[in-house]
């Protein structure tokens, strides 16, 4: 163990991760968009963020080279890593072992495309909440999220690490310039909030842009929350209001929402997706549901 290890009290620093790589053979890629995390600092905020105690069960996505793993198995969790990168899976549990070996039989990698995972796949009980924790890679953290959360309703909150601009996407408000998809796409699911800064600093090799963390809570109970069939119909629009986006509802929706829907809505087609929420995005789908259900009688 070294002088720095013994420092960081168990967490891994600066040359821990550059000796673990080296030892491996192992450099970061941008195919997988990997900047790995060389703070302890740093992995106890997203920690402590998530409120990860011994009694969680945590889902992390692109554990790297085990850095925030670690700092997750310090509370007595249990932790569940998805990694797609075939070195850095089949290396993690030997840092488990050397740095925490209190922790291997609370730790478990599997080796798959985070956008591939299922419950059966992953061998996830829906008898059991998830907790997501992850540092993530920028080019996928949003498809990443929104596929997690809609095959597993059993992640009740996340803390995730992300590219500032995205995280400044996902936790917006209607009205806001940056306000879109992702936004009211996540707010079907539960609420974001804006959870700090992350410096480039703290990462290796340092990325281009500044990262954030974002923090969110699923809905503890929504009548519309299982309904697929609403669900995905209320993302079509979600998809085409922001398809052009300075259009009014009523030019980029023409083809899909009728006028009779509008009004049985109350939403003013004069406005614009941007301005909409989550809320008035499925009343939008259930008129229009009622509209196609309603048979037309001539006069």
Request: hydrophobic share 40%; no cysteine; net charge negative.
């Amino acid at each position: 163990m070294t002088a720095e290890q013994i420092r960081n009290d168990g967490l891994l620093g600066a040359s821990d991760i550059r000796t673990i790589a080296a030892a491996a053979g192992i450099s970061p890629t941008k195919k997988f968009g990997q900047n790995f995390v060389i703070d302890p600092g740093t992995v106890r905020k997203i920690v402590r963020t998530a409120g990860v105690t011994h009694e969680s069960h945590v889902l992390e996505v692109g554990p790297g080279l085990g850095s925030l793993t670690l700092g997750l198995l310090e509370t007595g969790a249990q932790v569940t890593a998805i990694e797609i990168d075939t070195p850095v899976a089949q290396q993690l549990p030997h840092t488990i072992a050397q740095y925490m070996p209190d922790a291997v039989n609370r730790f478990r990698v599997i080796e798959m495309d985070a956008l591939k995972a299922t419950p059966e796949n992953t061998d996830l009980s829906s008898d059991e909440t998830l907790t997501l924790v992850a540092n993530l890679p920028y080019n996928v953290a949003t498809p990443i999220i929104l596929t997690l959360l809609e095959r597993f309703p059993h992640i009740t909150s996340f803390v995730v690490m992300v590219q500032k601009e995205v995280a400044d996407r996902l936790s917006a408000k209607p009205g806001n310039k940056v306000y879109g998809v992702p936004s009211v796409k996540l707010a079907w699911y539960g609420t974001a909030s804006p959870a700090g800064v992350i410096g480039r600093n703290v990462f290796w090799p340092a990325p281009h842009v500044d990262s954030a963390l974002v923090e969110f809570h699923r809905y503890d109970e929504k009548r519309y929350i299982n309904d697929e069939e609403l669900r995905t119909q209320v993302f079509e629009l979600i998809d085409a209001a922001f398809s052009q986006r300075r259009k009014t509802l009523r030019a980029v929706l023409k083809k899909i929402v009728s006028a009779d829907a509008f009004e049985r809505s109350g939403i003013d087609s004069s406005r614009r997706g941007e301005t909409l929420t989550i809320e008035e995005f499925i009343t939008l789908a259930q008129a229009l549901n009622q509209t196609q259900a309603t048979p037309h009688i001539d006069k």
